[in-house]
């Protein structure tokens, strides 16, 4: 009987699906475990290689929990509102969502191939009605609540409004404009839009304006990341900075919780520093310095610039005000327009058109020094120095107050800027204060900045810091990074926002009213302002009459990927987007694997939304995953042909001159290892290269090799689907955890798979003969095959236990090499082995179990326990030498008494033979290590 896998994998996951092998139900005695995997955006590109890693770890922990006991959720769902989907119905005139849906049910025929033990039950897609109804649900509580730092959580906005109502808005500072102050008797006073207009500053879902990313040609709002080089980085169309109403989540009202958090969970400490640096909180100050422009400069009759005007900086070191030499503000900073001087004003409107097109991403990274001095001049408050004033893109708006102090004297970029521009550099700390004064004054200290060297730096900033609020010119003041997250797109496939606006009110629908659902478009035109392609369909936008018109604008991707989780737990509840005492059994998600690239984004707004719906009472936990596991990258090894420049002829890389040729990007299923198979090369690509010629080395031609991201722009993708047909599931998922670490990227070689099939077959042979069938007996196991057993228990659970599945699978090739060699086929033992190798290739493992005789699935079956007897050592082989060399090797009992050692060691045959007849003189025992013999 051969180990016939498509047979034997297809019969299996078949019979799962029919037995509901996988369903998970939320009532049990049994112990939770909830495994979850970030779900996919599903492209039309489906699933290559890379893609399966984080699926299969997160498979095998779910398998193998559920055969320790555990009540495991393994749920999967597709991402499915987004950008992509929508560009794709642009350019192939495919309505998104019968494209994702064709798409999904690929990526579903690709994940049910590899054998995954998801519960497809509970499946969520984000774009249909009866999951973004719970999304908008969600939207409406935040939109509803404020942040009350009193208590340090959200509560409802009409607690707020209460307190408004006897106290004005003393107790509670606004977050959104901290200028606006108030009292009961003006609160009452003020008209229903001014009320509302103040809420909308607290709301954590509130709406204001702000610039964005903006791209004509795709018609919507891009994130940083979706910016390159001033063009999308999908399709290549100009982005430009466009201020535009958005919706924006208040998440900076969370930052120090999402810090504080951080302590609670486990993440790598490489993703909690990505974490903090993004939340990027600091102290400091903020700093009020008078602008004007100098009057020797001005042309007769001119106007001194900003002559009253008040340029704000935040700085962590206040105490370096003594060497400030220029200010920086960012291109989109108000006071720009006010302060430029007239002779300036060509250069400053050119150089803000230039970072216009820029993301803040690549502003932050840029190398190349840029600016521009802008006429004004700031007042240092200490001595009346006048200090140019500059823009630069190195100062983002987001950030402080969008200007800076800078020092080069102690900054190195500053330092640079200055060199740059030909800034004079006037190093004043340190050079003033002569030690003279030995108990100084406050305002002789601040007056003669050469003391605060002698200081240590943070009794230094509490020194200024305390000078600047008694002159009434500075405060201070704890800063983020980190800003309130853009929550709108100018697009139509994603969710509607519930909300209706009339005269200038936003009004959200009553939740009886959701969901408020798409409406079919022929046109994904942006509207005329800038809305998105919904405000060109009025019947939709005006469906509730004088209520008010909806908004346009949709929800971002990650709108449904922050909460997805939850609905996992219970999918088909139409009453409630959780039911509470399921969310309380399930409870956190206890792992969690993904890629690095949701390391920052997703991952914040995931934990903040759990943070919010804790606080409002709908879910008993406020951090969302408990354990969170990178895995890295698959990489993808490409394949180059070299063409010679203008013309059709390809040279083996061996015969190649770089500055002749063009590289071209090769498909790697047309190439054996690095030889390309010439005649598939012709034909491929619709025959682009069917006239080709080629200069071969030694009648081959060889192709070069460079390892690059696994993408199919590059040609370097395989596909699952092919290797499963060929290999196997089980040597699939097998071989994806041997290529390396989990958590670390690596290349592909689809060669190596062959010695993990080799195994499958090998350990098959352990219970079925090709020639004599059945080979396994009832017959009682050895010691020696206990040892093997028992060894093999102890490693792969603990590989498993710490995600090290990469050792795990070479720990089965030993197991089954070391049975091979004793001609093992004990049922006892073959038994346990099969449940141990379950998680990782559960069809050969189901199908060897029912062909031992076993009743009900393997699935089931409880794990094997180890033994330490089985595997301590009761004996030793010790060297023995003669006069100093080593003659032979002899196992004696741990337990043996040297004057047995001396019994049994002169009984043995070869040490009687190298010791010729000569009596002994003495024998050397050192137990545990050695016996060496004198003669």
């Not at 550099?425 to 605060?452: E, M, Q, R, V």
């Not at 190649?656 to 071209?664: A, F, G, R, S, T």
Request: aromatic share 12%; charged share 25%.
């Amino acid at each position: 009987m051969e180990y016939n896998f498509r047979e034997i994998e297809q019969k299996w996951q078949s019979t799962w699906v029919k037995s509901k092998a996988y369903q998970v139900k939320n009532n049990t005695d049994k112990p939770k475990y909830y495994v979850l995997d970030m779900f996919p955006y599903p492209s039309g590109a489906g699933l290559h290689v890379g893609h399966p890693l984080g699926y299969i770890a997160s498979d095998i922990v779910s398998r193998f929990k559920r055969l320790k006991g555990f009540n495991v959720l393994h749920p999967m769902g597709y991402d499915a509102f987004g950008l992509p989907a929508e560009q794709y119905a642009i350019e192939h005139g495919v309505h998104p969502a019968k494209s994702t849906a064709q798409n999904i049910d690929n990526f579903r025929k690709q994940l049910d191939n590899i054998g995954f033990c998801y519960d497809w039950e509970r499946e969520v897609r984000t774009c249909d009605a009866s999951y973004y109804k719970w999304t908008q649900w969600i939207f409406l509580q935040l939109f509803n609540s404020f942040y009350n730092r009193q208590l340090q959580k959200a509560a409802p906005v009409t607690d707020l409004i209460q307190s408004f109502e006897a106290n004005g808005n003393a107790d509670h500072i606004c977050p959104g404009d901290n200028s606006i102050r108030f009292t009961a008797a003006e609160w009452k006073a003020y008209s229903e839009k001014e009320q509302q207009d103040i809420l909308m500053q607290y709301r954590l879902a509130f709406c204001g304006y702000g610039e964005v990313n903006w791209c004509e040609a795709l018609g919507t709002v891009l994130a940083n990341d979706e910016v390159v080089n001033g063009v999308s980085e999908r399709g290549g169309h100009p982005v430009v900075k466009k201020k535009l109403r958005q919706w924006y989540l208040r998440i900076t009202e969370y930052a120090d919780r999402l810090l504080s958090g951080l302590d609670t969970i486990e993440f790598s400490e490489a993703m909690k520093e990505m974490q903090t640096n993004w939340i990027g909180k600091s102290s400091g100050a903020e700093i009020s310095f008078e602008l004007s422009a100098k009057s020797h400069e001005q042309p007769t009759g001119s106007q001194p610039a900003a002559q009253s005007s008040k340029l704000i900086v935040y700085t962590t070191r206040p105490d370096t005000i003594f060497g400030v030499d220029f200010m920086v503000v960012a291109p989109e900073h108000e006071l720009i327009e006010k302060i430029t001087t007239p002779e300036q004003k060509e250069a400053v409107d050119a150089y803000i058109t230039y970072v216009k097109s820029r993301s803040d991403r690549e502003r932050q990274a840029e190398k190349k020094i840029t600016g521009c001095f802008t006429g004004a001049y700031a007042i240092n408050p200490f001595d009346g120095r006048e200090i140019p004033v500059w823009i630069s893109e190195y100062v983002l708006a987001g950030y402080g107050t969008g200007a800076i102090m800078a020092v080069p004297c102690g900054d190195e970029r500053d330092f640079r800027f200055a060199q740059h521009f030909n800034i004079p550099i006037t190093n004043i700390i340190g050079d003033a204060y002569d030690g003279t004064d030995a108990n100084p004054t406050k305002d002789a200290i601040l007056s003669n900045s050469g003391f605060l060297d002698g200081m240590k730096m943070r009794d230094a900033i509490e020194l200024v810091i305390n000078k600047l609020e008694e002159m009434g010119i500075g405060k201070r003041k704890v800063n983020y990074k980190m800003r309130d997250a853009a929550f709108s797109r100018q697009r139509y496939w994603g969710e509607p926002f519930p909300i209706l606006w009339r005269n200038g009110i936003a009004y959200p629908l009553d939740e009886s009213q959701l969901p408020l659902e798409l409406p079919n478009v022929e046109s994904y035109s942006p509207g005329p302002e800038g809305e998105g392609p919904l405000s060109n369909i009025p019947e939709w936008t005006h469906q509730f009459g004088d209520k008010g018109v909806l908004e346009t604008n949709t929800m971002p991707g990650y709108a449904g990927s922050s909460w997805y989780f939850l609905r996992y737990m219970d999918p088909h509840n139409d009453n409630t987007f959780c039911n509470r005492k399921v969310s309380d059994y399930w409870n956190q998600v206890d792992l969690y694997i993904g890629g690095t690239e949701h390391a920052v984004g997703h991952l914040l707004y995931s934990r903040m939304w759990t943070k919010a719906l804790y606080d409002l009472g709908h879910i008993g936990f406020d951090e969302p995953f408990r354990k969170l596991l990178n895995q890295g990258m698959i990489q993808g090894s490409s394949r180059f042909v070299y063409r010679k420049k203008g013309t059709q002829t390809f040279i083996s890389v061996g015969l190649v001159n770089k500055e002749e040729v063009d590289q071209l990007h090769v498909d790697v299923n047309i190439v054996d290892g690095v030889e390309l198979d010439i005649e598939a090369f012709k034909k491929w690509r619709n025959g682009e290269y069917a006239n080709a010629e080629f200069i071969l080395e030694e009648g081959k031609y060889i192709c070069g090799v460079e390892v690059e991201k696994m993408s199919k722009s590059k040609f370097n993708t395989v596909n699952p689907d092919t290797l499963v047909e060929k290999f196997g599931a089980d040597t699939f998922r097998m071989y994806e955890m041997f290529l390396g670490p989990v958590d670390q990227s690596k290349p592909w070689d689809t060669k190596g798979i062959e010695g993990v099939h080799r195994f499958l077959k090998k350990m098959w042979r352990l219970f079925f003969d090709e020639n004599k069938g059945q080979v396994w007996t009832n017959d009682a196991p050895t010691a020696e095959e206990l040892k093997v057993l028992h060894r093999t228990i102890k490693k792969i659970e603990d590989d498993t236990e710490r995600f090290s599945f990469n050792t795990a699978v070479s720990s089965f090739m030993i197991c089954v090499n070391e049975l091979s060699d004793l001609k093992c086929h004990k049922k006892e033992i073959l038994e346990s082995l099969l449940i141990l190798l379950t998680p990782y290739a559960p069809h050969i493992a189901e199908e060897l179990w029912q062909q031992l005789g076993n009743s009900g699935s393997i699935l089931d079956a409880s794990y094997p326990v180890f033994n330490a007897a089985h595997v301590t050592e009761t004996s030793k082989e010790y060297p023995i030498s003669i006069n100093g060399k080593m003659r032979t090797n002899i196992t004696i009992a741990l337990d043996a008494t040297e004057d047995q050692v001396k019994e049994l060691v002169l009984a043995n045959e070869l040490v009687q033979k190298w010791m010729e007849g000569k009596p002994l003189k003495k024998l050397i025992f050192v137990k545990g290590k050695m016996i060496n013999i004198v003669i």
